[in-house]
């Protein structure tokens, strides 16, 4: 049979660079065989060979010819392996799945983007995105959280990120440290001051579910509406394509309706942050 | 309407050992398992009623290599195609919700896809309904309707022959010889064969009060925070038997090992009610309970596939009800969550 009829074979992938974000997580440079065009929410499936496979979402601009990044959390038996990668090493990947960003809904509007932990990954795909095309978009606020400020991914883009006039951005810390100037305690806690018009504000979410949870009902409170947020759910997943059951959300699935949701979809399904 | 004789009817399975591996239902004990042909013996049992293992086994194989390296070929073996014999009417009905996941979507399984293809399904009538069986309450009749080759209705001296595509179209006309008229009287005999199920099935219904499925719209949904489900699951083993035994059941994992020369990918049957299933990173357990696990199960089967297929996921084959250890038994269930307020 043709090459791309068989949806569970990966393509190879050349490990080309590691680089250590934190004790925990590493990104993952990639040379895939064959070119995979990605838009910003999408995943992959990475295969570590003889191990297994486990999703990601890519975290580099999603123009990129050659290559794109994973960043990897080390959490279980796929991505202990992930972190023992050295360059030259091969991988597999299938992909890209899902349904990523709808950008063209947020054209005009003011955004808020809510990131904690590894979710910051997809949110650095986007992000490049809406900094390229920034002119089509109102205000623009991220707002991060993550554990220490040792814990904080791309320190290089978030210095820069950081002298960019036209983005108003915010990292908290659970626990600072003695060099920590910024805010101390929730990413909810920084949402409050924010200034964006709630009418048609959008608000993009991602990180662990507990986040995920207040960060929706605080941006509610603050007023915005419902069908303009959007969250990037995580589930269980095995097939990526639909098929294997693993990653069921209420009536969807997430790796092909989702990951990315707007919240009208998914609140009334019982125990959505599960 | 066509008829073939006990005879000719081996002679036909002979002939169609060519170009299929050809399995038939024998019975052992209580129970009917699918075993390659090997001549009309004795324990071969055509009508009867459901094998002990689902058909979807055929076609969504429990353990089937996806992917070998990075080949894009898909891993196709040499095997000659399946010809399964007897298959019931309840398992064909299972069809529309495996086609529905695996032939749906963006992307086709070319496993599944390609045996659906190549596949030859030879069913029969059931002769007789066991206690477990409540297909008339998911809309299923005790003879097959649709989805098959060719059906067979056992008679006395032979089987009244039905034929349901091209591919059986084409296997009754090349082989003519082996056919004869069926006549009014066998066909008298089967509708009243037919009949006879139908009220033995019907008498399992109302005998268990199990509700038909137009009573079942939203009932989990309703249920959702209902006591029943950790009353229900209290006997669970978490054995997984309800799922894998089940003909519509499709989840799956895709798992990897070293093969001799490259890494190899299995895609192997999964089932709901094992605790990791839905696991993610870190421990974090969506249904960390047995309870939910099995509240799952009805879900996907009675509020997910009705609302995004149109369909119930159950055939009333009632294989969950034997195979479970634990004396969970779904009619019980249903009969809950439609009476429960
Ligand atoms: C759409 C999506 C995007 C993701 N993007 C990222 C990312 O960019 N960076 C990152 O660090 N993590 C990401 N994750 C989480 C990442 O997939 C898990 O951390 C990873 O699967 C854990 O695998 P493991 O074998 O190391 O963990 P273990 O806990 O050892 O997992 C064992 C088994 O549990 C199951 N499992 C556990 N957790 C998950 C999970 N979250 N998803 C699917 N199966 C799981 C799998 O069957 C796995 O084989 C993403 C998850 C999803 C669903
Ligand atoms: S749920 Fe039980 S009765 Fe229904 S199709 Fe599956 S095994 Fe048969
Ligand atoms: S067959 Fe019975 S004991 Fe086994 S997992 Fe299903 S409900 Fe539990
Ligand atoms: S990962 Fe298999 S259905 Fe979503």
Redesign the interface.
């Known amino acids: ?12 992938a050349e490990v080309v660079d590691v680089i250590a974000e934190t004790p925990t997580i590493k990104t993952l440079r990639l040379r895939p ?1 064959e070119k995979i065009n990605f838009r910003p929410g999408q995943f992959i499936q990475l ?1 570590v ?5 486990a999703p990601f979402t890519p975290s580099s601009p999603s123009t990129w010819k050659d290559c794109m990044e994973v960043t990897v ?1 080390r ?2 038996k796929v ?1 202990e392996k992930v972190h023992q990668l050295k360059p030259g090493d091969i991988v ?1 990947l299938r992909g890209p799945y899902g349904r990523g960003y709808p950008l063209e809904a947020f054209v005009g509007k003011d955004l808020i983007v809510v990131g904690g932990g590894c979710g910051f990954a997809p949110i650095r795909t986007l992000m490049y995105v809406l900094l390229d095309q920034r002119s089509r978009f109102g205000k623009l606020i991220f707002r991060g959280g993550c554990k220490s400020p040792a814990d904080l991914l791309y320190g290089k883009e978030m210095d820069a990120w950081a002298a960019r006039r036209d983005l108003d951005l915010l990292i908290t810390v659970d626990q600072g440290d003695a060099g920590w100037r910024g805010p101390v305690g929730l990413v909810t806690g920084i949402l409050d001051g924010i200034d964006i018009d709630c009418e048609n504000g959008v608000g993009i979410l991602c990180g662990p ?1 507990v986040m995920m949870k207040f960060s929706t009902r605080k941006l509610l409170q603050l007023g915005l509406r419902e069908e303009n947020l959007y969250l990037s759910m ?3 997943m ?2 990526g ?6 990653c ?1 959300l ?2 969807y699935y997430c790796c ?1 309706d989702g990951p990315v949701f707007n919240y009208t979809q998914i609140k009334n399904f ?2 959505i942050w ?1 | 309407m066509r008829y073939i004789s006990h005879e000719d009817f081996g002679r036909l399975l002979h002939d169609l050992e060519r170009d299929y591996q050809v399995y038939v239902p024998c019975r052992k004990n209580i129970h009917r398992y699918y075993r390659p042909y090997a001549g009309l013996t004795d324990d071969v049992v055509i009508g009867e009623v459901r094998a002990f293992e689902p058909l979807k086994a055929f076609f969504f194989r429990a353990r089937q290599k996806v992917a070998e390296g990075f080949s894009p070929d898909v891993v196709h073996g040499e095997d000659r195609p399946v010809c399964i014999v007897g298959a019931k009417a309840c398992d064909l009905k299972a069809f529309a919700i495996l086609d529905h996941v695996f032939r749906g979507h963006d992307y086709a399984d070319p496993y599944y896809a390609r045996a659906r293809e190549a596949n030859l399904i030879i069913s029969a009538d059931c002769t007789y309904a066991i206690d477990t069986c409540f297909c008339l309450a998911l809309n299923v009749d005790p003879y097959p309707r649709e989805a098959f080759d060719i059906n067979l209705s056992p008679l006395d001296d032979g089987f009244l022959v039905e034929t349901g595509s091209q591919k059986g179209t084409a296997i009754v006309a090349g082989r003519a010889a082996l056919f004869a008229d069926a006549g009014e009287q066998r066909t008298r005999d089967r509708n009243e064969t037919r009949r006879h199920v139908i009220h033995a099935v019907q008498k399992n219904i109302e005998q268990n009060r199990i509700p038909h499925q137009d009573a079942l719209e939203g009932a989990v949904a309703r249920n959702y925070e209902a006591e029943i489900w950790a009353d229900e699951a209290q006997t669970c083993v978490e054995c997984g038997a309800c799922n894998t035994i089940c003909p519509t059941c499709h989840c799956f994992l895709l798992y990897d090992q070293k093969g001799k020369a490259h890494i190899e990918r299995f895609r192997i049957w999964d089932a709901c009610l094992l605790k990791d299933f839905a696991r993610v990173a870190g421990g974090a357990n969506p249904r960390p309970k047995l309870w939910m696990r099995l509240r799952n199960r009805f879900e996907k089967k009675f509020d997910f596939f009705p609302k995004v297929a149109g369909m119930y996921a159950c055939t009333g084959c009632g294989r969950c009800i034997s195979a479970c250890p634990a004396k969970i038994d779904i009619r019980r269930i249903l009969k809950r969550l439609v009476n429960h307020a």
Request: one cysteine or more.
């Open positions: 049979m043709r090459s791309g009829m068989n949806p569970y074979r990966p393509i190879g065989d295969t060979p003889g191990v297994g496979e959390m959490v279980g991505t597999g579910p995580e589930k269980n095995s097939c394509i639909g098929k294997c059951g693993h069921r209420g009536t092909k019982p125990d599960g």
